[in-house]
Every structure is written in C-alpha cells, then in structure tokens.
C-alpha cells in the first residue's frame, strides 16, 4: 500500500454540494486570512458521474424572493420528527441560508425566484420557492469553476475513500483510499471533511436499516450507485454518534416512462392515485403538496408492489401545463378521449378503472374548490376519503402518468454540531473529523422538503469557514 507524499490542510470526501461548498470556502478563508491552505478532494464517481444526486436535481430552495428562510419550517421539523431533530440546527440553518443563498449568486449562480399561484406551499415565503437556473449542476459547476483555480487543490476522480486514519492521540490524520487500479493509498490530512452521502447503493446496508422490499427501490439519479455508505461506517469506526432515521428513506413518484433522472410527478394532489388494481390507497388532499409527496411515494413501494397512476381529465392539466407540476418529466402524459381509453393506455383494467372514477365522482362534496387553502372540498362514504381539492375527473380528455417510487436520499447520518464538526459517542467533537449534507444526520420520519439543498451547501460553507480559522 501506498502513501502520498503531500500533507494536506484538508481532506474533503465527496464532491456533492456539501464537498464543493466546504472545499470553496475553506480555500477563501485561507487567503483571507493569509494562510496557504491545501486541499484534496476524494471522489468515488469519475468526472461524468460525480456528486451522487446533486448534479441532476432541480435543487428548489424554500426561500421568499428576498433569499430569506422559511421561518416555520423549525417547527415543521418539530412536528414530523416527534420532538426529535436537533433545534439548535435549525434555527442556525434559518438564519445562515439567506446568507448561503446570496454567496451563491455573488459567485455567480442564477436564482430564480417562482411565485406559485396554483399549489398551496406550507412555506412561510409568500407563495415563493427558488431555484438555480440550470438545477444543482449550474451550482456544482460554479463551485468547481472557482476552486480548482487554486494552486492548493488537487482531485482524486475514482478514488473510494475506506478508513479514516488516526494518529497516537485519536486525531483525524488522514484518509486510506482505494484507487481506479485497485490498490489502496493513504492520503495524509490534517482535517477530514466526510460529504459523500447516504448509503443508497449500497443494497445490504439498504437491507440492514430501511428493512425488506428495498431491492425495489430504484435510485433517482445516476450518481447515487456511488453513495455506498462508506462515510458513515468510516464515522462509526472511530466512534461518532449517530442522527436520524435509522430506516427513513426518502423516495418520490416519477414517471416511469421516463429516459431522464429526477423525472417527479408532483401534483397528486389534483386527481386521483391508483393501484394496479384500480383502487385508491392513499388520502392524494390529506394536506399540502409537499407534506405528502413523500409519503404516498412510500405507500406504492412499501405496500403495492411499487406501481401505481395518476388519472385526472384536461380541467387540471389546463390550469398547471405548462409548469413545474407535471413537466419535469420528459414524457407526455398519456392521454384518451374516455376513462376506458386512457386505462387501456396505462395497462390497466377499463371497467375498474371506470367504476373508481364514477364512485370518487359521486362521493365528492359540495364545498367550494380553493387552490390557495386546506379547502375541505372532500369525498364522503370512499376508503380511503380524499380531504381536500376533490374535483370530479369529467371533461375529456383524460389524463395520466404510470409511476413508481425511486429513492432520493437516507436519513440515518453522523451527528454533528453547529460548525459540522462530528460528536463521537462521548459527546465531544472527534479532533479534525467534519460532516455535511446527507451524511450528516437530521430527519426523523419524513422530511420537510426544499431543505435538502440548502443544509448541505450551508453547513458546508460553514465547515470550510470554522476548518480554515482553526489551521
């Protein structure tokens, strides 16, 4: 086994939003401070397939078009982890974001900042969410574009980092990594920044926490095959403590037809879901869009054979086509003049698919529709009931999209503190040891969306900042 000459500042693992956030930021804060800082960045993928989902996601931020944080979204958290999410982590995350956002767009990036008129947000941003104009691969390229200017950076394309090393003391002092030849090296390091995700592609870890049926999860972006969970047994070994859902997944529904990753329906709100066997399973109104869109994708994996359809008819496709809704994916709905027509081109069964439309048609009740609140526009006498914006499904013609569940990220993580350095078991920082995004942590349950994002860009910006002062 090898070992690089170079002793570097720091080690960054992973080149996702996290690593490239941590790397600019701690090379920044260097020359601001006038130290000459080092850096390698370790990654698993070569060039083409780097930074797991990162580069193919459309990376929404739940910000106002001021860049300013959602202020409810602590008690979101609260809410749906059951008391358990680090507080004092979201609170920090509410009051650095704008300023992650606004780094963002001083170094180049493109916000866009959408007022959405038709879907009712939970955020407290005014109807507003943003989104780098060309998705999480105009960030990740602005990143690289800055740092790998630096004379102290040097990339590791397929290289798999395995152990963390440590020296007599118990210090972090480097990395051992397994090159694209086979043989292992040791890359000596005075810090270790671990961003290299969950462990999606990594079946039997999939197995051990999230439990049975998980060979049916498809991942949603390429990248993922390469977050083996590496980064999190690397932690465990040296006795970090642990956050997050030990089985917590979170998935979304795509279309599968689909030839592009991160091809989300997102409206399942305005219609209804249905099974292979034509039956409704899940509450589509139970409450906003993106309080449900992950759990319903759970539901079909979990209990229906990770198959289900969205149906609506052309009053609802009218009102959000063209737009985010329904177009990320890259394939037309399906489309037929009758209920029968449309279920012959999903696959499905005409007469049941018939006979559910015809008793949620029936069932709905005469509340007034409102786009813009829980409008109480439901169904009565149905198992499961639709609780809100229940229109019948009439005017031809009729829509729909065949899904399936793809997983998007883990929840089991490292804890970590308000600099992302990494707790160990006993409470206390380990020396040198750093932690951000995926791997670090947080959900428990389900996980309040549009955050994903920006904690793992934040929290970095944050590491590489507290890294650099501490040289």
């Known amino acids: ?13 992973g080149s996702g939003f996290a690593g490239t956030m941590t790397t600019l930021n701690f090379l920044e804060e260097c020359k601001k401070l006038g130290k000459r800082g080092k850096v390698a960045m370790i990654e698993a993928g070569r060039e083409g397939e780097r930074c797991g989902a990162s580069r193919w996601t459309m990376a929404y931020l739940r910000l106002d078009k001021d860049n300013n944080f959602d202020s409810d979204w602590k008690h979101e958290m609260k809410l749906v982890s059951e008391g358990m999410a680090d507080m004092d982590y979201c609170k920090k995350m509410e009051v650095e974001a704008p300023v992650t956002a606004n780094y963002l767009v001083e170094h180049g990036v493109k916000l866009n900042h959408h007022q959405e008129k038709n879907v009712l947000l939970e955020f407290n941003t005014d109807q507003y969410f943003a989104f780098p104009e060309g998705g999480g691969n105009a960030i990740i390229n602005c990143l690289f574009s800055h740092f790998t200017q630096y004379e102290g950076f040097d990339m590791y394309w397929e290289t798999q980092a395995q152990k963390l090393l440590l020296n007599d003391v118990g210090e972090v002092s480097g990395v051992q990594a397994r090159k694209n030849d086979g043989r292992r090296t040791n890359i000596m390091g005075k810090k270790v920044m671990l961003a290299c995700g969950g462990f999606e592609g990594n079946k039997e870890m999939l197995a051990r926490y999230v439990g049975p049926k998980t060979e049916k999860l498809e991942l949603i972006a390429p990248g993922l095959v390469h977050n083996t ?26 279309d ?5 990753p991160d091809a989300v329906i997102w409206g399942h709100l305005y219609g209804i879901v249905v099974n292979d066997d034509c039956k409704r399973f899940y509450d589509e109104g139970k409450r906003h869009l993106f309080a449900t869109f992950e759990m319903i994708a759970l539901e079909c994996w979990r209990d229906h054979n990770n198959s289900c359809y969205f149906v609506t008819d052309t009053n609802t496709m009218k009102r959000f086509r063209p737009g985010w809704v329904y177009d990320t994916t890259d394939q037309e709905p399906e489309q037929a003049d009758t209920i029968e027509g449309l279920a012959e081109k999903l696959g499905l069964d005409a007469q049941k698919l018939k006979k559910t439309v015809e008793d949620y048609n029936a069932a709905i009740n005469d509340k007034e529709f409102d786009l813009m609140k829980l409008d109480g526009k439901g169904t009565t006498g ?3 009931e639709k609780s809100n914006w229940a229109l019948p499904i009439k005017e031809g013609p009729f829509y729909g999209y065949p899904m399936k569940a793809q997983l998007t990220f883990t929840y089991f993580g490292i804890k970590c503190d308000l600099d992302s350095k990494v707790i160990g078991t006993n409470g206390v920082p380990i020396p040198g040891l750093y932690a951000a995004g995926e791997l670090s942590g947080l959900f428990y349950n389900e996980y309040p969306p549009a955050t994903s994002v920006l904690r793992s860009l934040t929290f970095g910006r944050l590491a590489g900042i507290s890294a650099a002062n501490e040289l």
């Open 382 to 384: 149905l198992t499961p």
């Open 229 to 254: 969970g590496h980064g999190l047994q690397m932690a465990l070994e040296v006795g970090a403590a642990t956050a997050g859902s030990p089985n917590g997944t979170h998935c979304e529904l795509v």
């Open 1 to 13: 086994m090898g070992s690089m000459q170079t002793e570097y500042d720091l080690i960054v693992v």
């Open 256 to 260: 599968r037809r689909a030839k592009k």
